[in-house]
């Protein structure tokens, strides 16, 4: 039994009224994609599923088609995030360089007037958007050239709290209004 079929087995136990459907690929390959479908009382979860490359998944809604969301290299993992999905008909949610490009279309602005506002090229807003992880100060950037301010939120059982200055560029100069001061050692000179 592989990993997908442990999979398949632990969400029937878990869900014995969702319908679930299994894909192999045909013919069988040792690293071809393995497809499970779930589905329970009209809420969809697909699952892809590569020998050494782990799980992805897709709940599908407006992104149909682009790619797994969410990846996961454990089936005990794996299982937790399908059931949370099922369970409260939740949709996964995709990396964050996905986001951007919605983002970009949703404020309507191709990748040439994002790259102008941001004084790069247009392959550079491309090569953003398809990267599989992004920092932070770079995301804030694109939100702030849209004419949006990025905020970071850290959501607990009991609160809620904003995360402020992760990805902000600081000038410690001495003199300068609105930092935390010179670093230790010496201030920089002009």
Same mark, same amino acid.
């Given at each position: 039994?592989?990993?997908?079929?442990?999979?398949?087995?632990? @969400?029937? *136990?878990?869900?014995?009224?969702?319908?679930? &459907?299994?894909?192999? =690929?045909? $013919?069988?390959? $040792?690293?071809?994609?393995?497809?499970?479908?779930?589905?329970?009382?009209?809420?969809? &979860?697909?699952?892809?599923? /590569? $020998?050494?490359?782990? +799980? %992805?998944?897709?709940? $599908?809604?407006? #992104?149909?088609?682009?790619?797994?969301?969410?990846?996961?290299?454990?089936?005990?993992?794996?299982?937790?995030?399908?059931?949370?999905?099922?369970? /409260?008909? %939740? *949709?996964?949610? =995709? =990396?964050?360089?996905?986001?951007?490009? !919605?983002?970009?279309?949703?404020?309507? +602005?191709?990748?040439?007037?994002? !790259? /102008?506002?941001? #004084?790069?090229?247009?392959?550079? &807003?491309?090569?953003?958007?398809?990267?599989?992880?992004?920092? &932070?100060?770079?995301?804030?950037?694109?939100?702030?050239?849209?004419?949006?301010?990025?905020?970071?939120?850290?959501? +607990?059982?009991?609160?809620?709290?904003? @995360?402020?200055?992760?990805?902000?560029?600081?000038?410690? *100069?001495?003199?300068?209004?609105?930092?935390?001061?010179? =670093?230790? #050692?010496?201030?920089? /000179?002009?």
């Amino acid at each position: 039994m592989n990993d997908i079929e442990r999979l398949k087995d632990r @969400i029937a *136990r878990e869900l014995p009224n969702a319908t679930l &459907v299994l894909q192999t =690929p045909n $013919p069988p390959r $040792p690293t071809a994609a393995w497809w499970l479908e779930i589905e329970r009382q009209g809420h969809h &979860v697909s699952v892809e599923w /590569k $020998p050494r490359r782990g +799980f %992805g998944l897709t709940s $599908p809604g407006e #992104g149909i088609g682009e790619g797994a969301e969410e990846v996961y290299d454990d089936v005990e993992m794996t299982a937790c995030r399908i059931l949370e999905l099922v369970r /409260k008909r %939740g *949709r996964t949610v =995709p =990396p964050a360089a996905r986001a951007l490009s !919605a983002l970009r279309n949703q404020r309507r +602005f191709s990748q040439q007037d994002l !790259a /102008k506002a941001l #004084g790069v090229r247009q392959a550079a &807003v491309s090569k953003m958007e398809n990267r599989a992880d992004m920092h &932070v100060s770079t995301l804030r950037k694109a939100v702030s050239a849209m004419g949006g301010e990025l905020e970071l939120r850290a959501r +607990f059982s009991n609160a809620v709290i904003v @995360i402020s200055d992760i990805g902000e560029q600081k000038d410690h *100069r001495v003199g300068l209004q609105g930092t935390d001061g010179p =670093p230790r #050692g010496r201030a920089l /000179k002009r």
